[in-house]
């Protein structure tokens, strides 16, 4: 839930996508927020963007709009609706602004699921307009982030995810750091879709759901990290078997 004010302008965007189904179910989209009074009862929705059939891929995209809290609205939840049978969506990174006279529009360009690319006008700031480049190493990690200007600033990462000592760590922009996920800037934590991973000590913070393969020792480790293979083995998930690089 987001905390909001009634009868308020507010800027939602959100990073979504998604996946039609071997049937042919269209790519038809919104981007909806869900309106809660301070009880927590919900009051109505209002669609902050629609997009037209086929419009909806597994790349993550950018979409959002102008959405006007009810008077009685206290809290808003963002939900992306789809004519979808049997595929999938996701919406993550929702952003959510007060409406002001500047306008500051930013599109995000995806490739496989990952960011690579955002474009900014409208800011104040002259040195953010423009088009900005993310780019990632072999485990898919956010090493670089090529600015407007052409500046190039990095960041450089320990085997298990830490941070090298002197380097300073660049927000790339794109939300994203180690092997491309999430990162929780807050608690220092890197989210892989089913357990938060702890960078610094090289292991998750809670144990393995299951144990996928009970031929190799490491997996009764359940709180190890791709078997204590981090150059060489990858996860996305952090239940699944790792893969080799």
Known sequence: MITVTPNTNYDLYALVRGE???DGSIGYYQLRAYYYDSGG???SYQTAVSRAEGTLTPAWE???GQVTTPVNAATLRVYIYN???SGWTAVDNVRLSKTTDSTIKRSSYGIAGQVVATRVSGDPVSGNNGLSYF????LGSSSALQKPDGSVAYTWHLPFGGYRPGSAHTQTGNGRDFTGQRENMELGLLYYNARYYVPGL??????????????????????????????????RRAIENVTWI
């Not at 780019?135 to 072999?138: A, I, L, R, W």
């Not at 809670?206 to 996860?235: A, C, E, F, G, M």
């Open 20 to 22: 039609i189904d071997g």
């Open 83 to 85: 004519y979808n049978s």
């Open 62 to 64: 950018e979409g959002g």
């Open 135 to 138: 780019y990632s190493d072999h």
């Open 202 to 235: 090289g292991r998750f913070a809670s144990p393995d759901s299951i144990i996928p393969n009970p031929t190799n020792p490491q997996s009764y480790n359940r709180y190890s990290y791709v078997r204590i293979h981090p150059l060489t083995l990858l996860t």
């Open 41 to 43: 009862q919900y009051i």
